[in-house]
């Protein structure tokens, strides 16, 4: 029991109002839609409990970013964004947006504090966050895991054992109980791709693991987790309309030297492991390596309703000797101007159109679950939001069955080993006053939600070296 914890009571109750700023609602306005999206297109964010709820102190990543060193700018998710207390106007300012859906993660630390026992105020508080988005005619979209455990998971051995499959079930049975009459669309894992590589390679993450066959085991065991809790939902589920997906980060690998033989296998070794080994298995159900060694589960055959697509960049690899923890590649930097300042990933649209194009085989609806751009200030994201947007609507005119975008975040929040520096969100949040802004981005989005596409004022505002990509529609003004 943390003794910092504050008191159950205590955690879940309201905070005080505060006013959504001054500006204008971000209407449609008169201007014509030249790039007009599919009716009833799901136009949000996304968000995770950690990230933004503060207080979450039973859970293993608390406990890791008291260690020092392991944050780098020091700060920790004590308060987060105090959206465990202030989500209503949180959603007030995602309705003022125009936004349709909220993709949220529900957190397995507070619901399930010890093995087996359920906590019925945490229960009864997402119950009520919930309601306070069906209230606002905004879609809930569940995450039901998002990199953090329990601590009594960890303490176990994790991920990293067998049996957190059924563990991982018995929770996902009692949360689908407990919501089904307010929720559609559950995401099983968030990125276990990422999750496997961040803590069991690279050791960045808790447990703090570098072990390349501890972490295959990881990945296995989240597959297998995933096919259980995707019939678990469909068989606690009374709802005749219920989707089941897996938020699956993806990047384009591209050889640095396409000419250069070895930078081509290596980019297509990369390709494979990162973004379809897993996916792939979720669709005809086997285990490729390093999954297994093309073991036939049944479980997890077509074990999706619909593909979550978490896309930010693209690495261009190249073949180092010297590297062969890191499969003898390397990332090449991207070239100036070409990249996010915080990250270094390289801003590189074209990208989420090839991966929607590649996903389309599978035929399955998508959603995009995350996508965005960390920076300071707000120089890049509306461009960066516009052009990624122009793809994602030129993959659909050619047939991608997508059916939503949400924009990765709703709020600047923790960002993990980043922690409070990258800002990812449309609004900004002082941390110091908890004060909420919208950013220029954040209206623009608004406008394009309510929309539901993309003008000529838009792009001749904010993004207007896209000429290329809109010329076959409209001219930008000099």
């Known amino acids: 029991m943390d003794t910092n914890a504050a008191p159950a009571a205590s955690r879940f109750q309201a905070a005080p109002s505060w006013p959504v700023d001054g500006q204008p609602s971000p209407g ?14 799901l136009w949000g964010t996304a968000t995770a409990a950690h990230q933004v709820e503060g207080q979450n102190f039973n859970a293993d990543w608390w406990l890791w970013e008291q260690q020092p060193g392991r944050i780098r700018d020091g700060s920790t998710s004590r308060l987060a964004c105090d959206h465990l207390r202030r989500y ?21 630390a507070r619901i399930e504090p010890r093995p087996g026992e359920f906590d019925p105020a945490a229960l009864a508080h997402y119950r009520r966050v919930l309601e306070a988005l069906r209230e606002r005619g905004i879609e809930p979209i569940v995450t039901l895991h998002h990199f ?64 390349r066959r501890r972490a295959f ?62 996916l792939c298995a979720l669709i005809d159900g ?75 085989r599978f035929n399955k609806p998508i959603l995009i679950t995350e996508n965005g751009i960390a920076e300071e200030g707000d120089d890049l994201r509306p461009a960066f939001i516009l052009s990624h947007l122009l793809y994602v609507h030129r993959a659909i005119a050619e047939g991608a069955p997508v059916i939503g975008y949400l924009h990765w975040s709703a709020l600047d929040n923790f960002e993990w080993i980043e922690g409070l520096r990258w800002r990812f969100g449309l609004i900004h949040v002082d941390f110091a006053t908890q004060e909420r802004r919208i950013k220029p981005s954040g209206y623009l989005y608004g406008q394009i939600a309510a929309a539901n596409g ?21 001219k930008i003004a000099p």
């Open 28 to 41: 449609a306005g008169s201007a014509p839609v030249l790039f007009a999206f599919p009716p009833g297109f």
């Open 88 to 108: 209503r106007e949180d959603f007030d300012l995602l309705a003022h947006l125009h936004q349709n859906a909220h993709r949220l993660s529900v957190e397995w």
């Open 148 to 211: 953090t455990n329990p601590r009594w998971l960890a303490e176990r051995g994790g991920w990293e054992r067998p049996e957190v499959v059924d563990l991982f079930s018995r929770y996902v049975r009692r949360v689908v109980a407990e919501y089904d009459d307010l929720v559609r669309y559950w995401v099983t894992i968030n990125e276990p791709g990422v999750y496997a590589y961040m803590s069991y390679l690279e050791g960045l993450w808790p447990p703090g693991v570098r072990s």
């Open 217 to 278: 085991q990881v990945a296995r065991h989240m597959a297998y987790a995933h096919a259980r809790a995707y019939h678990t939902v469909h068989d606690t589920s009374r709802r005749g309309d219920v989707r089941v997906g897996l938020a699956h980060h993806m990047r384009i690998f591209d050889p640095h030297r396409p000419r250069v033989v070895l930078d081509r296998v290596l980019a297509r070794i990369a390709d494979y492991l990162f973004n379809w080994c897993l």
């Open 286 to 360: 086997v285990f490729r390596f390093p999954l297994g060694y093309g073991q036939r589960v049944a479980l997890a055959r077509d074990s999706l309703d619909f593909i979550g697509l978490n896309y930010y960049s693209r690495d261009r690899v190249t073949f180092d000797i010297r590297r062969p923890h890191r499969l003898f590649g390397r990332d090449h930097p991207p070239t100036s101007g070409s990249h996010a300042p915080l990250s270094g990933w390289e801003i590189y649209p074209e990208g989420i159109y090839r991966l929607l194009r590649a996903l389309s």
């Open 454 to 474: 993309l003008t000529a004022p838009m792009i001749e505002r904010y993004a207007p070296a896209l000429g290329d990509l809109v010329k076959p529609v409209i």
